[in-house]
């Protein structure tokens, strides 16, 4: 760095990234967004200016020091890039693909106040691609830990989404014994049934699982806790001494209009999940069908209609729209996916709020019937509220309806245990993430309600500070923004275990 | 219980899920007995699993038959239908594994005080009200099992029933054993004879659980029955088996599968079961001329009752 950058002499635009063309990617279920050559890499690190105060790091979650993170790409010290960030955050690659940025450090660049903001976000990316490509892990000095009777701490984890992956992951650099339990037959919860391939391809996700592993994680698929056991008994008879709960918000919520339960109108946790985790779109070599709508309409326009909409124009639906009760400012999905969807050929129809589904006489969806709305006064979230124009309803002809208008805490937990609920339903924790069982501890969505990943992933964490200091082992924080404890370098002192006197 | 020693790796997940005993009780109906000592400690009557037999496959649901807690396993009766279930009648020999098995899933059912009760399995839905009607024999209730069968070929598990009721009453479509006709007839016959039942617990295919909902009405006889919609997760997360029960939506998977019997819509219900037809066919026939096996085995249950 030998000339101090300024907001003039850096490249004032941002370097674009390849993405598949949109006409040959609406068909298939590759990568749409190649990622950074090192090239384009570097070119676009020399647009970060190193601000004294980085606004980035109090933008991101989990504080993820950005501007060391991009100096080192600028040094070539791809390796040293990686381990900044893997100080906080577990998941590179996953985050680089799926964070809203727009509204976390991307969001408050300083850059991003005259020009386009430095694109964290893929080079985020390029460095976890990279850690991937050359099986880069940060495999700790793990000293275990000790229980009061000798053993090691066995720590068990409900749920394999990003908190649980993140829960684990801590815990087993702290020299625990970590076991994860997982409902379906594959691990990673959302990243793998939910967010598609052309976003989050699953060679990441098991790239990452597979590093979880390398830390010593075991995972314990087919289980369903509640069920086969309860977690009452994890921590009462088969000794777990402490036990996180990530198990998601994975309920989806009907509209409960006319129509509902016709054939043909599904969530789009069942699209996705059939798409996805069971592999539907290769029926018949695959056993899970998913027999596709000629013009599919999705309801909703958050990142998981996006989703739905996107697989269901690659299965290769005639048309798809989506309808939206609010206008495309208010619509809580990533711009980039908004962009990305339109570039496909996705119709929109904002203002547009469906009230009945209608049937063929056969009991399958023939049409759906909407009203049309415009924006009143604003609400409590300080959106404006929609309201309907009385006598605008239309029909729009369909034969697939997808629901994506959220999801609720998943009951089973709450079935079998006599942990405190909220009134929602969601886990209620305090500030340590403990829950009203003394050693359990509970993140992500099921606490928060559906949020994003790097917010699980950041809770997964959280507990697991709350985790250590309820065994007693001695924690150096992760989130500690010093460089050096005890003269040690704060990067060694995250993976090493310290132990209190007993 | 489950281990209490600190050192001992957890006895879940990943085991192999060995099916110990295997028993073909027609051409069509066969038992598997699966080896998950974990799960055969918790298992409740009225639970479900989920199963998946090779890692193509699809996840189906299958009622826990019968669970034998100091030998470790499950007991599941199937009924081939369609692809996975006629794959998995030639696939899951003794000694094989299932892929993945999940469980048990589901609100057990509620195993009542009631000092009377009717339990009415039809077809498949024979072995999933055994553990029911055990359970409620356990419980001190006089037990009166009917169960329905297309003909006396088909039969299956009476010894087992015979033990553990008072009365039992066998219902073959053609009269070939026990009374002639379907199991609604059966109940009325028990109902005459015994004003005083207090429940009835029906279990089969839908057109079965319905009627048998409609005979019981005019009496005001609870009437409890175990839904079977399409379901992938079982887990609450895809709401692909929600049912109509009192003008509600509920997950037959985590509100369920056992309902009340005259709240259900059963005609939305036999709607949704249709969704998926054509997949089915074509996934039916593709693995029938793949191994060139005949397709005649298939059967279908519905004959059991008329609509
Ligand atoms: C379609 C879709 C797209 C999304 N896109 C984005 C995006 O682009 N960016 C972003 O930041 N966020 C996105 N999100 C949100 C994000 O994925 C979630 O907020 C995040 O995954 C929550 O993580 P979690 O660990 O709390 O739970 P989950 O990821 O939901 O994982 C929970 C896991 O627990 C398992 N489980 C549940 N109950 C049990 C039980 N009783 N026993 C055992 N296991 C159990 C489940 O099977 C699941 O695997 C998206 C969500 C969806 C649905
Ligand atoms: C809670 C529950 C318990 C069940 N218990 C048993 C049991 O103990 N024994 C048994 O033989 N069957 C049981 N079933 C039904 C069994 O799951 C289906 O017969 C099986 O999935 C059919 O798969 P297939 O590929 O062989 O047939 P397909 O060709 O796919 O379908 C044939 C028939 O099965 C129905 N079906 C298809 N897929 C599913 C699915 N995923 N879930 C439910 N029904 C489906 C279809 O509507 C169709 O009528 C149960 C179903 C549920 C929901
Ligand atoms: S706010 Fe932007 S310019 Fe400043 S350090 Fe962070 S990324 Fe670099
Ligand atoms: S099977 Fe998916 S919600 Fe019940």
Redesign the interface.
């Known amino acids: 760095m030998a000339k101090k950058r300024t907001v003039r002499t850096i490249h004032q635009e941002r370097t674009p990234v390849a993405e598949l063309d949109a006409f040959t990617r609406a068909h298939n279920f590759e990568e749409v967004n190649c990622g950074y050559t090192e090239a384009e890499a570097i070119r676009e690190s020399e647009r970060c200016l190193f601000c004294p105060d980085p606004k980035c790091i109090e933008g991101c979650p989990v504080s993820i020091d950005i501007p060391n993170f991009i100096q080192k790409i600028g040094e070539r010290d791809y390796r040293g890039a990686y381990e900044v960030i893997t100080g906080t955050n577990l998941l590179p690659a996953v985050c680089g693909r799926v964070c809203p940025q727009e509204n976390q450090c991307e969001g408050v660049c300083t850059v991003g106040e005259t020009l386009e903001s430095v694109a964290i976000g893929r080079l985020e990316r390029f460095i976890g691609d990279l850690a991937i490509q050359n099986n880069w892990i940060n495999k700790p000095y793990i000293q275990p830990s000790r229980?009061s009777?000798g053993?090691?701490y066995?720590i068990?984890i409900v749920g394999s989404g990003p908190s649980g992956m993140a829960c684990a992951a801590d815990m087993a650099k702290a020299g625990c014994d970590v076991?994860v339990?997982e409902?379906?037959?594959e691990a990673g919860g959302v990243l793998r049934?939910g967010i598609p391939e052309f976003r989050l391809p699953n060679t990441v996700v098991d790239a990452e699982i597979d590093k979880l592993k390398e830390l010593g994680v075991r995972?314990?698929?087919?289980?369903?806790v509640g069920?086969?056991?309860t977690i009452e008994?994890m921590i009462e008879?088969?000794?777990f001494d402490a036990v996180f709960i990530g198990t998601g918000a994975?309920?989806?919520t009907?509209l409960?209009i006319p129509g509902?339960?016709l054939?043909?109108v599904?969530?789009a946790?069942?699209l996705l999940?059939?798409c996805n985790l069971?592999?539907a779109r290769?029926?018949?070599?695959?056993?899970?069908?998913l027999?596709l709508g000629k013009h599919v309409v999705v309801v909703g326009a958050g990142n998981t209609a996006m989703d739905a909409l996107r697989v269901s124009m690659r299965l290769g639906a005639e048309k798809v729209t989506c309808v939206y009760r609010r206008s495309k400012v208010e619509c809580p999905a990533r711009a980039e996916e908004v962009h990305h969807a339109e570039q496909e050929g996705i119709e929109f129809n904002w203002l547009t709020n469906p009230i009945e589904i209608l049937d063929d006489g056969e009991?399958n969806v023939r049409a759906i019937r909407c009203i049309r709305m415009e924006l009143g006064e604003p609400d409590d979230s300080g959106r404006r509220r929609p309201v309907t124009i009385p006598g605008s309803e239309f029909e729009i002809e369909t034969d697939e309806v997808v629901?994506a208008i959220g999801t609720n805490a998943?009951?089973?937990i709450g079935?079998t245990s006599k942990l405190k609920l909220n009134k929602w339903g969601y886990i209620a924790t305090d500030k340590t993430l403990m829950t009203s069982i003394a050693g359990v501890f509970a993140g992500g969505d099921i606490v928060t309600g559906a949020a994003t990943v790097i917010m699980a992933m950041g809770a997964g964490r959280k507990a697991a500070q709350g985790m250590k200091a309820f065994l007693g082992i001695r924690d150096i924080g992760p989130l500690r923004r010093d460089h050096s404890i005890f003269g040690i370098d704060a990067r060694e002192h995250n993976f090493m275990r310290v132990r209190v006197a007993a | 219980m489950i281990t209490s020693d600190n050192s001992a790796p957890v006895l879940t997940g990943n085991r192999p899920f060995e099916i110990l005993r295997r028993e073909d009780y027609s051409d069509v109906t066969y038992m598997l007995e699966v080896h998950h000592p974990q799960m055969a400690r918790a298992a409740q009557p009225g639970q479900f699993v989920i199963v998946m037999s090779h890692s193509d496959g699809e996840r189906i649901p299958l009622t826990i038959a019968d669970f034998k807690r100091e030998k470790g396993t499950i007991t599941l009766v199937i009924q081939a239908v369609g692809k996975s279930t006629l794959e998995m009648k030639e696939m899951c020999q003794v000694g094989t594994h299932l892929y993945g098995l999940a469980g048990p899933m589901g609100i057990p059912s509620h195993v009542s005080s009631a000092k009377k009760v009717i339990c009415v399995g039809g077809g498949l839905g024979v072995a999933p009200v055994y553990p029911q009607a055990r359970a409620l024999k356990e419980a001190g209730a006089y037990v009166i099992g009917i169960l329905g069968y297309r003909t006396k070929d088909l039969i299956f598990w009476e010894d087992k029933f015979r033990a553990i009721t008072d009365e039992l009453i066998i219902c073959t479509d053609d009269g070939s054993a026990g009374i002639r006709g379907f199991v609604t007839d059966g109940i009325r016959q028990a109902l005459e004879s015994h004003p005083d039942t207090e429940e009835v617990i029906a279990i089969g295919p839908p057109v079965m659980m319905k009627a048998s909902a409609q005979a019981t009405k005019p009496y005001g006889i609870k009437t409890m029955v175990s839904l079977n919609p399409i379901m992938v997760d079982g887990t609450g997360m895809c709401g692909g088996c929600r049912v109509k029960v009192g003008e509600k939506v509920k997950f037959a998977c985590v509100d369920g599968p056992d309902f009340d019997g005259h709240e259900v819509d059963f005609d939305d219900l036999m709607i949704r079961l249709r969704r998926y037809k054509e997949e089915e066919r074509v996934a039916r026939e593709r693995w029938s001329e793949s191994c060139r096996m005949s397709t005649a085995a298939v059967g279908s249950e519905y004959a059991t009752v008329s609509a």
Do not use: K, W
């Open positions: 229980s009777n053993g090691r066995r068990g076991t339990f409902a379906f037959h049934y995972f314990e698929c087919n289980v369903l069920r086969l056991f008994q008879e088969m000794g994975g309920y989806p009907m409960n509902d339960s054939n043909g599904l969530s946790n069942e999940t059939r069971m592999r290769e029926f018949p070599n695959v056993d899970t069908p027999p009991g629901y998943n009951p089973i079935q």
